[in-house]
């Protein structure tokens, strides 16, 4: 599996890479068609104290790009809440993948 970081406003961390990168290795056990993840860190501004720090990644398998958003008041939560999203649409396709 490949992994893509980017960032957008956002000063480019080894240990926010680190804890994706041990997050999306995780879901690629379980899951080994994934076959490259684009991870997006961005940093937006809101009036509220508990969004702003975005997490975006997009997962290549076989089929449609899958994709899960999350903005929390820190990058881990938000990768948290995305690597969640991507498990639940990731066992969805494995179900319907195992059908045929």
Do not use: W
Request: hydrophobic content about 35%; glycine content about 2%; aromatic content about 10%.
């Amino acid at each position: 599996m490949i992994i893509n970081f980017e960032y957008h406003d956002v000063d480019a961390s080894k240990r926010l890479e680190e804890y994706a990168k041990e997050k999306l290795e995780k879901l690629y056990n379980k899951f080994q068609m994934i076959v490259r993840a684009d991870v997006f860190f961005k940093t937006e501004n809101t009036s509220s104290d508990t969004t702003g720090m975005i997490c975006n990644i997009r997962v290549s398998v076989p089929g449609p790009r899958l994709f899960a958003e999350a903005s929390h008041d820190n990058f881990i939560s938000s990768i948290n809440e995305s690597i969640q999203e991507l498990d639940k649409q990731l066992t969805k396709k494995k179900d319907k993948m195992a059908t045929y």
